[in-house]
Structures are given as C-alpha cells and as structure tokens.
C-alpha cells in the first residue's frame, strides 16, 4: 500500500497545478516555448501510463530492467561534494527511482530536450545522448567528478554557480511552514545532518523547488556552523509512481540505494532516514542551466554527459555487456521515441 504523507504543502499543489497549466502566452505575444516541457516535469505518474502505452516494444520483457532514475529530465542534474571535498557532477533527484526499462530514462531524457528551448536538433540531441550512454557503458561506471578528467564540465559548472551572498539571502530566511504540522521528527533528523550533534539553527521552515515532488512535505534548516551559514534539507521519501503506474503497490522507494551507489561519489551530507531525504543545500550544489549556455556545441557536451550519467545510474544493479549488447547505436529509434513522446506530453498539456 502507498505510504501516507504525515502532511501536505497545499499552497505547493496549488503553485504545481498553475504551473502544469502554464500560460497561454508570456504577456507579450510571444508563445510559453516552456510550457510542455514544464508539465512534463510534473506528471510522471501520467508519462509511466503513456510510455508504456505508445510504446510498448520499449517495455516488453525482452528490455533489460535496471535500477533508473524514472523521472529523470534537464533540470535534475547538478552538482554537490563527495566525501574528498570534490565538486562531482550527475543526477541529483531520485524522487521517482525505480527497476524499470533502461529505455525509459533514454527517451524521457531525450523527450525533455525536444521540449524544451534548446538550439540542438532532434537528431543530435538522440546521438549525444546516445554516445555519452554507450560510451559509459563500454569504459565502465565512472563518477563525473570535475577535477582532471572533467574540465569542460568544470567550467560550465563554475559559470553557472550561484553567487554565495545572493543564494544565502535568498535562503537565510525560509518560507514558514504550515502551522500545527507534525514536524518533531524530521526536525530531529535535520538536526543529525549537521556536522555537529546540537547544531546553532536559526531558522526552520519550507521552500520550494521543483515540480514533480511540490506538495510532498518539504522542511528547511539554516543554521550558523563556525561564523558562517549551513543549510540542510528533509524531503519525504515514498514509492516511485512507476511503481503505481504499473500496479506494484508493495514496492519500496530506491533513492538510498541510488545516492549510496558506488558509482557516484557520493555526497556525505545526503543520506536516507526515517522516511526523509536529508541532503546539504549550498551555493556550489546546484544544475547547469543547458538553455542559458550559449553555444551548440557545449549544449551537445552536456547532453553527452547526461546520457554518460544515466549509464552510472544503471550500472549500480545493471550489467554493462547485457545493456550493450540491448542498446542500438544507430540514435533513430531514440530520436522516433522522443518525438512520439513529445507529441504525446504536448497533447496531454493542451487538454490539461
């Protein structure tokens, strides 16, 4: 049986049902480019209906199963420290973690970048995403860490980290949370996310993010840790809805098992306990913008590297020679998936 949430943000469902109806226009003429791409981000539950449905050679039970990321898309990749200090690069949201079709996260990647603003065709964009998932697999599992073998995704990271002094007046004082919410527990697992037991907190409260998980109890902690601000996070963990989708109702969540994973330098600060997801928030832990860079080729870079870390991601249950030898390298099947899919999700916005 689903798990029951101990509350719910009403004020985030309201933002996340305006947003997955988004605007006829931006107020100047010109069309919401965005508009699909955003409701894509936040009905997964619908696409585990469609994929399966529309596409349904992809779902057989020929198709290697894997632990994925399901929901995956654009905007959850980012960055965080791993254990060493080291600023690592991948997947930072497995919310909607799951066994199911390696395709799933291939197609629903590739889909996200046909809908969004990108200056990469459709074709590129199935064959670096594509190239950068085969190419791991063929090299192995290896955490994108951007230090000596990362350097071009380095640098776009660095251009794209939040200014220290705006992101922390932006976050210093948190949105409050609902009064009478039953928040004692999480607030005890917040306080053991800090490096020290009895941390200085100075705030407590919500924020939000995202679009997917909006609604899903969401709980902030900014305290002062020697002179300066920390920030941790407590997000409610529960079964994926590929899970629900497909009629699995005994099935558990699997973010702890992916954030643990060995292929993935993972951060210390990020762990699952009691239910939550307790992770550090911090200027130099966030995405890279892809529509905000400027040149193709660097769009097509990224991407490549996005379909590089879903290889890491399925490679921590998954056998790289069964994937290999499933996966075509010829990038049309991807490119008629993703545009069967995105005509599917821009169907579904405009009846929504």
Known sequence: MRERLPFVLEEHLKYKHA?????????DGKRDTRAAFRFLRATFYLWAHRFREKLPHLVEEAVPRVLGVGDVHLENFGTWRDAEGRLVWGVNDFDESAVLPYTNDLVRLATSALLADLEVDDDHVASEVLTGYRGQLAAGARPLVLAEQEEHLWKLARDHCAHPRQWWHERRRPDPLPPHVPVTEVKEFLSRGFPDADPDVLAWGTRRAGLGSLGRPR?????????????????????????????VRDAGPHAGA???????????????????????????????????????????????????????????????????????????????????????????????
């Open 258 to 352: 992916l954030l643990a994973s060995p292929t993935r330098a993972p951060d210390p600060y990020t762990t699952v306990t009691g239910g939550w997801l307790i992770r550090r928030l911090a200027p130099d832990s966030g995405g890279i913008d892809i529509e905000k860079i400027d040149r193709v080729d660097d769009q097509r870079a990224l991407l490549r590297s996005m379909g590089s870390e879903l290889a890491n991601v399925h490679l921590t249950e998954g056998d790289s020679a069964t994937l290999l030898g499933h996966v075509r390298p010829d990038p049309a099947w991807l490119v008629d998936a993703a545009q069967t899919m995105a005509a599917v999700v821009r169907q579904d916005h405009a009846e929504y």
């Open 19 to 27: 947003e997955m109806a988004g605007p006829n226009g931006t107020g």
């Open 219 to 247: 709980v902030v902690a900014v305290a002062r840790w020697y002179g300066s601000l920390a920030c941790r996070e407590a997000k409610a963990v529960l079964p994926s809805a590929w899970d629900w989708a497909g009629g």
